[in-house]
């Protein structure tokens, strides 16, 4: 099978169910048939067809199991583009966390399987940029996969819950500085000159994928406080910038303090989501440190 016969899906080929998994700034995501199997097909707008299937090319070799396998591309009748990646039975990471309160140790390895995927999608060179709680599946044996084969970067620059290199409130901030259009108007603003410092945008240029582990960071605060809402005052630009230049995220550590959640977590997401990129943990410690923390847990059980 030759590599374009690997990589596109005949559209005869998918049965679509007309039940609707989701909806995004850029696509809609449906219940489908593949081979005998339950898949996500996802339509992409027709805009941006040559940018996504360039990513697509980037992703289809990705293996691991912390990554929702990718199954193919269909090019329909309509010039309708459609994403088809294995179905994951317990939805989103959000949907998950909102079932219920789950114990710390549970917690932990949902941080491990993300930091392991994430892991892999770097060594393969890959930078997702649109790391949150929505871009990750949870299949039916409770295995967190990384989703969403960060195609936000082909995205044009929407409102502020979705611009163009990932959600803001998740976007580390050497992103606003490598990625500054949007922001042009607050460039020469003295209060906002640390974040859009030609430094902070070489970090970014040289480093891309140290803007994963703050986002990580961010990631491992849903899932720590079950689900809760990120920054949710949030109501304009300037608020986020104000956020982003911070030396700390201290206002989402107290939430962590309020919820008695252990000094494990807190270190690991304040570590992640240090402003200097330079400074940031590896995910690779990340494992470490929370495995040693819940030692007597079977590693290789899912045990959820």
Not at 10 to 28: H, N, P, V, W
Request: net charge positive; proline share 3%; hydrophobic share 35%.
């Amino acid at each position: 099978m030759n590599d374009e016969n690997d990589f596109f899906i005949l559209y005869d080929d998918i049965k679509l169910t007309g039940q609707k998994l989701g909806k995004g700034s850029a696509s809609e995501v449906e219940l489908g048939e593949y081979q005998g199997n339950k898949v996500a097909v996802k339509r992409f707008d027709n805009g941006d067809i040559k940018e996504i299937i360039k990513e697509l090319r980037k992703h289809k070799n990705l293996r691991s199991e912390y990554i929702i396998k990718f199954c193919g591309v269909v090019r329909a009748s309509n010039d309708n583009t459609y994403l088809v990646t294995k179905f994951a039975e317990n939805g989103t990471l959000r949907d998950y966390l909102e079932k219920k309160e789950y114990e710390y140790f549970t917690k932990a390895k949902m941080a491990v399987d993300i930091a392991n995927g994430l892991i892999e999608w770097h060594k393969n060179g890959i930078v997702h940029s649109d790391l949150k709680a929505d871009n990750i599946l949870v299949d039916k044996d409770l295995i967190l996969k990384i989703s969403d084969f960060g195609l936000s970067t082909s995205k044009k620059a929407l409102s502020l819950g979705e611009q163009a290199g990932g959600a803001p409130k998740w976007r580390a901030p050497e992103r606003f500085a490598y990625n500054s259009k949007p922001y042009e108007k607050y460039k020469d603003d003295s209060k906002f000159s640390k974040l859009f410092d030609e430094k902070m945008a070489k970090h970014y240029k040289d480093q891309p994928h140290l803007s994963d582990v703050y986002s990580y960071g961010l990631v491992v605060w849903e899932i720590a406080t079950n689900g809760m809402v990120l920054y949710p005052g949030l109501k304009n630009v300037v608020s986020l910038l104000e956020i982003k230049i911070r030396d700390d995220i201290n206002d989402l550590v107290e939430a962590l303090d309020r919820k008695n959640v252990p000094p494990i977590f807190r270190y690991v997401i304040k570590k992640c989501c240090e402003f200097d990129p330079l400074k940031r943990i590896f995910l690779e410690q990340v494992i470490f440190d929370l495995k040693d923390m819940y030692k007597n847990i079977v590693w290789n059980g899912r045990g959820r």
